[in-house]
């Protein structure tokens, strides 16, 4: 072969290979959409940045500021609507759907709860603008990883797979005479893992992680939903917490802990756990000792369920036992001191609904309402628990974090595009949040759900 035949030849490969990917490239290049004239919540601060641009390229936001040059972009003319962050719920059971709740799972089967599952995804969270949930006990761990891979539509889920919990705890799910542990159906499906003892801890942890859990949860502590767990049991000795932070630690993902009663909430402070869940009956010892951690820990805060529904006795789900409904009144009653001491020594504390089934799930904003009507938080505040703050605990996930290239919950420069446009400024009227009306668009990673204008 002549040298000019081979140069030649040289040429044409050249050309084959970076034709189509030259091509390639400008089809692929990142679309811009460009937010004109709107009012923003960056998702921490306590008042809106007014008449400001927001540009988005691909799925992701590049630049907040006024008068953003993006000629190639497409414009939204906001309007002079207020733009947020997508809202993130922290506390969900997205495998709890079913009008049994805990229970429901038991009562029809996995692919129920499943089918379940993805119908409250879309309709109860993402197409009402929650685009970020924590599913915090239940295997969700491969419904997660569809909506990742783009074959569920959802809202982004972080999921703890299967909860830890001892025998007779808040996620023990067998009957009263059971003998033979993981012979309940919700145990076989993984719902949860029955653990007594350090063993059993690292063992379900390592499942959990094995097949795509982003953190753990571990029952320390009775609950009000389940029959066998008065609320002041411990219901995981030091040693079982200890061993599920050391695992979660090896993974570098973090631990968050269920529990009312204060005992249980030092324990898991000593022991390394970092996202505590309810403590509705903590003293304020416990409270200052958590404000001291700053945002070592988070404080995750379910208003709606703990003190419009729990407190009365008549107000609870129609499926919770006398017994449930005795332990909820209990609850309720400290769930207001709680939230008070919480603010008032300024805990890091993010916001959970803990609201599933068909009565509770297309309620969960309720939940961010209560802490202003109910809780006296300010409605920053009351959002920021559910945006911002939300968005920083996410990342605690570390190495296992599904969605590790941006920030979540904030509008911000490399911050996912998640974002929601308001008819009104729900800083001034938090209530307007309920009204699907005034909620003119819904987007999740630079796609467009819910658009209305
Ligand atoms: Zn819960």
């Known amino acids: 072969m002549t040298a000019v035949v081979k140069s030649v030849l040289t040429i044409v490969s050249i050309l084959v290979l970076c034709g189509p990917s030259v091509a390639l490239a400008q089809d692929d290049a990142p679309k811009q959409i460009l937010f004109t004239n709107v009012n923003v919540f960056d998702g921490f601060a306590d008042e809106l940045a007014m008449d400001t641009d927001v540009l988005v390229e691909g799925n992701h936001i590049v630049e907040v500021g006024q008068n953003i040059s993006a000629p190639d972009a497409t414009v939204i003319d906001g309007g002079g609507r207020t733009l947020t962050p997508g ?122 992680f094995r097949n795509g859990a982003h953190f753990t949860k571990i029952m320390a502590g009775g609950g009000v939903a389940s029959l066998y767990d008065p609320l002041e049991i411990y219901a995981a000795t030091q040693e079982e917490i200890e061993a599920a932070v050391e695992i979660a630690s090896e993974y570098g993902t973090y631990v968050a802990i269920h529990a009312y009663n204060d005992q249980s909430y030092k324990r898991s402070l000593d022991a390394g756990v970092r996202s505590f869940e309810h403590g509705f009956l903590v003293t304020e010892k416990t409270v200052k000792r958590m404000a001291r951690m700053d945002q070592d820990i988070a404080w995750s805060f379910q208003c709606y369920m703990s003190v ?69 938080y300010p409605e920053a505040h009351a959002l920021k628990m559910s945006t911002g703050n939300a968005g920083i605990v996410l990342k605690w996930s570390k190495v296992l974090d599904p969605y590790p290239t941006y920030h979540l919950g904030r509008i911000a420069p490399d911050s996912y595009a998640d974002i929601l446009l308001w008819e009104g400024n729900p800083l001034e009227n938090i209530d307007l949040i309920l009204d699907e009306s005034k909620l003119h668009l819904v987007m999740k990673d630079g796609v467009v759900y819910k658009d209305i204008m």
């Open 308 to 376: 419009a529904t729990f407190g009365d006795y008549d107000s609870m789900p129609d499926f919770f036992t006398h017994e449930q409904k005795l332990k909820g009144v209990a609850v309720g009653k400290g769930a207001r001191n709680a939230a008070a001491m919480m603010l008032e020594h300024d805990v890091f504390m993010v916001g959970g609904s803990d609201m599933f089934s068909p009565a509770y799930g297309p309620r969960m904003k309720e939940d961010i309402t209560c802490r202003v009507n109910m809780v006296n």
């Open 87 to 208: 809202l993130i719920d922290m506390h969900t059971h997205v495998t709890f759907e079913t009008n049994q709740g805990t229970n429901g799972f038991n009562f029809y089967d996995f692919g129920g709860a499943g089918a379940m599952a993805a119908q409250a995804l879309r309709d109860n969270m993402l197409m009402r603008g929650i685009t970020t949930g924590r599913d915090i006990a239940g295997n969700s761990r491969g419904i997660a990883r569809l909506i990742q891979q783009g074959q569920l539509i959802g809202p982004r889920l972080y999921t703890s797979g299967g909860v830890l919990s001892a025998t007779g705890g808040h996620g023990d799910f067998g009957g009263p005479t059971d003998t033979i542990h993981n012979m309940d159906y919700g145990m076989l499906v993984e719902q949860s893992y029955i653990v007594d003892g350090r063993d059993d801890v690292i063992e379900s942890s390592r499942r959990n």
